[in-house]
């Protein structure tokens, strides 16, 4: 085996992963509130442009067809 | 035992999904809205017209014959402007229209794919050979406005403008055939 490679016991792949319920429960508790937080603001700012857009642009231009 | 806090949570999961696609649902729903109303309420639609001409004898005869192009108010007092929009210019350079009136834009082209728009204004069309474009519009306010080739024409695009006076009722007189011209003022 050449030196420079980890030993498999130090290799991050081949560890296990120590998460325990209680553990999971508190994330998947807090996940969507913040998804929802997150993309809803940002849907937010999108409607908002839109609609600034729509009122103080669009209309004042006048009919078009 | 272990498996019940998870079921809960992907529950609540699946809920705000649900609740999430509703609310975007009810966004769709208004935007759609807001365009159906503008149409009906307001007259505001995208320009719609389907109508041949043929592009090969466009300057010889016919509505874009060269005598017939710029701005013409007819004996019913209806305003209509022809323009012929070619590489890399459009002809007339500078259309003169009036403040406060229903006004009618005709386009054609005989080589490529044009389109204009009319700088502050909600004027936006594309000009495709073979076809007349037609924008109705109402100006609401006096001035010199750019009209620009919007849409990549060729190596002169860039150059490819003309100018639109926008003029008051005092100011737009027409001549004894019902044109109008920048160059009376």
Redesign the interface.
Known sequence: MPVDQPRPAHNPLEESDHID?AA??VV??T??LG??VL?GSA?ALV?LG?LAI?LLI???????? | M?DQ??ET??R??LG?ELI?AF?VGV?VAA?IS?IVF?ALT???????NVERVDPKTLHLSGEFSEQNLGTLVAADGTVTARIIATQFTFVPHCIALPRGR?VTLRLASPDVIHGILIT?????TMVVPGYVAQ??????QSGELLMPCHEYCGLGHSEMWAGVQVLSAAEFKPDGDGRVSCAQR
């Open positions: 319920d999971l429960n998947l508790r996940v969507p998804a929802a993309a849907v409607v839109y729509y669009f209309l004042p231009r006048g009919v078009v067809g | 272990t806090p998870h949570h992907e609540w999961i705000t999430w609310g966004l935007t807001v503008t307001l007259n505001i639609n995208p320009p719609s229903p502050g204004t909600n004027v936006n924008v109705h519009t109402e100006f609401t």
